[in-house]
């Protein structure tokens, strides 16, 4: 993968680059990772229209785009709130009860980010058919780009043919680039057992996605069987892989 320095944003890494399990290499300049682009400086703005991008896939829940000025650059928008069209607090809840019980984070994801995939399918499906359908680069972000943006490029790159463990390198790549912003965000919250569940939450194991996708193909044989559950047409299924690489 190849991190890319556009300023304003920390957690830009092309999906191009990496070696696929039959010997071939997804291609650059087709999909890109970000955290919230809309942080873009006017001099990000410009870097991002350098690599040509003609589509957002934009996965943030509907509130976290309230007061956004429209991107800098001449681009198509399309919004997919992947987790549904509001917080689900008492979902979010349950999901805090696990954490709290977990010493290992990575146990928390394993079990966290399938029930997500699980529970808001249709919704990761219509994210993915964005990709598929889009002429040229795609961005897909969400606020830090580390869990909704993991887990659709984690699926876009294992259904390109890319080992599950080179995903989870790239998965893990996340904790360090967003580094800069952690204390403050530790730091917004008085409780202490907020802060120690945030301190949890910065970590980005490579083990926690390579299980979830063992378990996602446990479960639908590959990510072709999980794309088609979720909505997807044959034809929009193979544009997803073409997209990384040749037919």
Request: glycine content about 8%; some cysteine; hydrophobic content about 45%.
């Amino acid at each position: 993968m190849t991190t890319l320095l556009w300023e304003g944003c920390l957690n830009v890494r092309d999906l191009g680059g990496l070696p696929t399990e039959d010997g071939r290499v997804t291609q650059l300049r087709r999909v890109i990772r970000a955290d919230n682009v809309r942080l873009l400086t006017e001099r990000g703005w410009r870097a991002f229209a350098e690599h040509g991008v003609s589509r957002i896939v934009d996965l943030r829940w509907p509130f976290e785009l309230e007061g956004e000025s429209a991107p800098g650059a001449d681009v198509e928008v399309v919004h997919v709130s992947v987790m549904g069209d509001s917080v689900d607090t008492d979902y979010f809840a349950s999901l805090d009860a696990h954490l709290d019980t977990v010493t290992d984070v990575a146990d928390h994801y394993a079990w966290s980010y399938v029930d997500f995939l699980e529970r808001y399918r249709e919704r990761f499906g219509l994210a993915l058919a964005a990709v598929a359908d889009a002429d040229g680069t795609v961005v897909v972000h969400c606020t830090a780009g580390k869990d909704r943006t993991g887990l659709v490029s984690a699926l876009i790159l294992r259904h390109a043919g890319v080992a599950a463990d080179t995903i989870g390198a790239d998965y893990a790549l996340s904790e360090r680039n967003l580094m800069p912003r952690w204390d403050a965000w530790i730091a917004e919250r008085d409780d202490e057992i907020e802060r120690e569940r945030r301190r949890k939450l910065l970590r980005t194991p490579a083990t926690a996605m390579v299980h979830v996708l063992d378990e996602l193909e446990r479960r639908y044989g590959d990510v072709r069987g999980y794309l088609a559950a979720a909505g997807l047409a044959d034809a929009q299924v193979d544009a997803l892989r073409r997209r990384l690489v040749a037919a």
